[in-house]
């Protein structure tokens, strides 16, 4: 991984064609949530797909969370589909197989010149593409547990929502004097979630 990629740096806004075929940019599929990035070998690695079956049910509760996922792999769009289906995922992936992403992080997998895949990663950001945690997952047990995203997500959401706990004095004020900025989905920046205006 590039030395610049490293916790409180910005992630590149990469802009890939998903599983729809679709133009998707990082920034869009975030929004003003927390991120999850999945750097994935692909549909061939049984590794990945036994992670991408872990995180199908951790996906359920990011939805509700008000967390985004996004898996991207060097495989093609047809692969890309099949891997995304076979494991019964709803989030969005990429498909990279020009290997934009790969290069620019410096991950390729020198160790399998057949399928010359990136080397997994998974990347926790915080709202606008900032890293929040970094796991290398190129042994499987290098790859985080549904229990410690669900411990980084906790911790991400803690710093970026100002209403984290809404028993506090100042926020019961807060709201009592209509500054509903503060609070979700209120503030600035969730308000395109809803598709309002700021």
């Not at 599983?19 to 692909?42: M, N, T, W, Y």
């Not at 076979?86 to 991950?107: C, E, N, Y």
């Not at 911790?155 to 900025?181: H, T, Y």
Request: include cysteine; proline fraction near 8%.
């Amino acid at each position: 991984m590039r030395a610049d990629i490293r916790p409180g740096a910005s992630f590149p806004d990469y802009e890939l064609t998903d599983h729809a075929a679709k133009r998707r940019k990082l920034s869009e599929l975030q929004g003003p949530d927390p991120l999850i990035v999945v750097l994935s070998r692909g549909a061939y690695c049984p590794k990945d797909r036994r992670q991408a079956e872990g995180l199908v049910h951790l996906h359920r509760d990011m939805e509700v969370g008000y967390c985004r996922l996004v898996t991207i792999s060097t495989d093609n769009l047809v692969a890309t589909n099949e891997y995304r289906t076979g494991v019964g995922a709803h989030w969005p992936f990429l498909s990279d197989p020009s290997r934009i992403v790969q290069k620019d992080l410096d991950i390729a997998e020198y160790t399998d010149p057949t399928n010359n895949p990136m080397i997994p990663h998974t990347i926790v950001l915080e709202p606008g593409l900032v890293v929040f945690k970094i796991y290398n997952g190129y042994w499987f047990f290098g790859r985080p547990t549904v229990g410690e995203l669900r411990r980084d997500l906790r911790d991400v959401l803690k710093k970026c929502r100002p209403d984290w706990d809404i028993q506090s004095p100042e926020l019961k004020a807060a709201w009592s004097q209509g500054k509903k900025d503060l609070f979700y989905p209120y503030g600035k920046g969730f308000a395109k979630v809803l598709g309002e205006q700021e």
